[in-house]
């Protein structure tokens, strides 16, 4: 699988969803089981909005 950065709002709908249906039910956890699955590099998973306030995975699983 080769590394990916963090998706857009929609392609990240269908993960987010799927995780729903199970116990996993926490941003933090579903951040890092999402960032797992798209093997996100550890930059990826620690970047933030413009805003510099939120995690860009963080806000899109939101």
Request: proline share 6%; glycine share 4%; charged share 20%.
């Amino acid at each position: 699988m080769s590394i990916m950065s963090v998706p857009d709002y929609q392609p990240l709908m269908l993960p987010v969803l799927r995780l729903a249906t199970t116990d996993i039910r926490r941003v933090p956890e579903i951040a890092e089981v999402i960032a797992h699955e798209l093997a996100l590099s550890v930059k990826d998973q620690a970047a933030l909005l413009r805003s510099g306030t939120q995690k860009l995975l963080t806000d899109g699983i939101h």
